[in-house]
Nanobody, 113 residues
Framework: QVQLVESGGGLVQAGGSLRLSCAVSGSSVRFNTMDWYRQTPGKQRELVATIPSLGSTRYADSVRGRFTISRDNAKNTVDLQMKSLKPEDTAVYYC???????WGQGTQVTVSS
């Protein structure tokens, strides 16, 4: 069974950085397209970043140049490095494996102004 567990969220001041990690079990991040989404209350989940099994990473316009998605095949994790954080980045961040549409439980990121 595929399971995704996010970690690394927290409270940070505007301009700061956080690194989120998604630990995957039951499948290999090397061979799957993996996404990071985020959601704020009352809004739909927003696709933030994608790392395909093949090809280039992709980012939402709102985070391009500030966020970096990467995979660690040895640890079987997918990370999201977030820099120059803004209050509007505040959300619950979710990891998703595209194949099979598996989701983690989410991790809260709060950016204070």
């Amino acid at each position: 069974q595929v399971q995704l567990v996010e970690s690394g969220g927290g409270l940070v001041q505007a301009g700061g950085s956080l690194r989120l990690s998604c630990a995957v079990s039951g499948s290999s991040v090397r061979f799957n397209t993996m996404d990071w989404y985020r959601q704020t209350p009352g809004k739909q989940r927003e696709l933030v970043a994608t790392i395909p099994s093949l090809g280039s990473t992709r980012y939402a316009d709102s985070v391009r140049g500030r966020f970096t998605i990467s995979r660690d095949n040895a640890k079987n994790t997918v990370d999201l490095q977030m820099k120059s954080l803004k209050p509007e980045d505040t959300a619950v961040y979710y990891c998703r494996q595209s194949s099979g549409n598996y989701w983690g439980q989410g991790t809260q990121v709060t950016v204070s102004s």
